[in-house]
Every structure is written in structure tokens, then in C-alpha cells.
């Protein structure tokens, strides 16, 4: 199976609220570096734009209330010292497309890049990548799935598996 689900170190928690998947969010954010590259995926409603809230937040420790899902406009970009590019990858149907907004682009120049819908555009993902899953249980109960691939999401992982050891389902 040649997907994102085939490969990498798994860590998973449980998110009971948005609060939770925020804090989440913000703490993976911290740890983030100039260059990394972040997929998520689930379904509509899912949490993937709460999540980056939080990511927002924890890559420069400053809060942007605006952060939604740019769907329309595709990409949203958060200044900060280390600038977050968030892409909608929902209505992307081509590489084509992916190149019109320079996609390429963003990930070369030191960013942190955040993908919503990244199982749809997961040959344009440069081959070291972290992949955030939701699953929705119930109104309020999501399972979060951390897959690392390459080494510096590795550690990305032990950090968040330590983090969460209470709340950890591996
Ligand atoms: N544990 C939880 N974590 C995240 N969101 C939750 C949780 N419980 C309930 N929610 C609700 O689920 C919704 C998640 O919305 P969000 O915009 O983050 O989803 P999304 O995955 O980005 O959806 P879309 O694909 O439409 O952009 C919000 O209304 C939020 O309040
Ligand atoms: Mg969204």
C-alpha cells in the first residue's frame, strides 16, 4: 500500500474538545523548525483547522484569531519568524494548480507548511513530511494520529509521546 497510512512512526492520543486538539496543536507547533512540513487529513469538521490554530500559535507564540480554513483563497500565509504557510488542499485537482500558487516555492524558503487535505496532493509532499489523521468518534471526541516520516519527525514524535503518555492510546 503506497499511501501516507503505509509508512512512519505512529504515536495517537485522544482529543476530547477543540480546546484540547488547539493545545495540541500549539504544543506540536513549538517544536516545529524553518522547513517543516506538516499533512492533515479527516473529514469535513474533522479539526484540522483547529489543530493549526494551535500550530500558529506554537511556532511563534503569537495567536492569529483569522485562522480558517482558506478553502477559497487556497493558501493563507501567518507572518511571525518563522512564517506559516497554510494550504487548503480540498480543491486542488492538479500539480498544475499546486504550481500556479507556488507551492514548490514555499517549501524552500524556510516556512513552516501546513496542509489540510494533504491525502489529496501527497506526491507534491517532499519525501520527509509529519502526517496529522483525525477520526471524529462523537460530537466531541477525536482520535489523533501522528505519523512521522524522516528523522527530525521522529523526534517530533518521542517529544509529543512523552507529552501525551497519559493520554496516549499506543
Ligand atoms: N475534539 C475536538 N477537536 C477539534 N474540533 C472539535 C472537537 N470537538 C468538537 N469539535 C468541533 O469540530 C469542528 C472542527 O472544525 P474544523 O474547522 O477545525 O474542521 P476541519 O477538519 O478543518 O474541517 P474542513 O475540512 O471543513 O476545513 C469545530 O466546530 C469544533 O468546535
Ligand atoms: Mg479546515
Known amino acids: 500500500m503506497d499511501d501516507y497510512k503505509s509508512r512512519g512512526t505512529v504515536m495517537s492520543l485522544l482529543s476530547r ?5 488547539c493545545a495540541f496543536g500549539e504544543y506540536l507547533g ?3 523548525f524553518p522547513g ?3 499533512g492533515l487529513v479527516g473529514e469535513l469538521g474533522a479539526g484540522k483547522t483547529c ?3 494551535g500550530i500558529v500559535r506554537g511556532v511563534n507564540g503569537t495567536s492569529y484569531h483569522d485562522v480558517t480554513s482558506p478553502t477559497f483563497a487556497i493558501i493563507h500565509e ?6 506559516v504557510v497554510h494550504v487548503d488542499a480540498y480543491r486542488i485537482g492538479s500539480n498544475s ?3 500556479a500558487i507556488g507551492f514548490d516555492e514555499y517549501l524552500e524558503v524556510g516556512n513552516v507548511v501546513v496542509v489540510e487535505w494533504a491525502d489529496r496532493i501527497l506526491n507534491a509532499l517532499p519525501e520527509q513530511y509529519l502526517m496529522i489523521a483525525f477520526d471524529v468518534f462523537n460530537e466531541y471526541e477525536r482520535r489523533i494520529v501522528c505519523r512521522a516520516n524522516g528523522e527530525p519527525y521522529r523526534a ?5 509521546s512523552e507529552h501525551y503518555c497519559g493520554m496516549c492510546e499506543c
Do not use: D, N
Open 17 to 21: 474538545s477543540p480546546e484540547e486538539t
Open 30 to 32: 513549538s517544536m516545529l
Open 36 to 38: 517543516s512540513v506538516v
Open 51 to 53: 489543530c493549526i490554530k
Open 78 to 83: 501567518y507572518s511571525g519568524k518563522i512564517p
Open 97 to 99: 494548480e499546486l504550481e
Open 156 to 160: 517530533v514524535i518521542e517529544q509529543l
